[in-house]
């Protein structure tokens, strides 16, 4: 290794660390860490189980990996949308399979997009009914007559 080459691996060794090391910053064991690393969660140096600190540092401060079932409670979808969402680029992928968001990342697009009011401006047949004067019976009988526009909701209620 001539001088110029070994200046040049001092410059970056502290960017590659130990699995003990990468279990540290991660907050995980050292087990976990192999397994994150075989699965592509985190990246392998070239040399014997040394992981790439700033990959590091960036996944623990994105914080824990989630499902897409939690990431559509977290913003009040469904996961049909969470997984429209995914599919847009509007929230980045984990490579996880199962766990397949960062926590972080769902909270910080919950915060700047609010989940849409699906049934804006809608009452329900109590509301309508107290609005019109008049029983809920009567807005139901108005409804099923189509005399006040109304939707149904999946079982078919109004």
Known sequence: MTTDDR??????QDEW???KEAAEILGVGEST???MAHRGLIQRGSGYRRYHRPALEALRDRGEAI?????????GRPSAAVRDLIAADELPPSSNAT?????RDVESYAESHPPPDERA??????????????SVSTVLRLAR???VPCDRD???RY
């Open 99 to 103: 766990f397949p968001l960062f926590r």
């Open 7 to 12: 200046r040049a691996y001092d410059l970056h």
């Open 145 to 147: 007559s189509d005399r």
């Open 17 to 19: 660390v130990s699995a």
């Open 33 to 35: 860490v192999h397994r």
């Open 154 to 156: 999946t079982r078919g």
């Open 67 to 75: 499902s897409i079932g939690e990431a559509a409670r977290i913003l």
């Open 121 to 134: 401006g809608q009452l329900n047949a109590k509301s309508a009914a107290r609005v019109l004067d008049c």
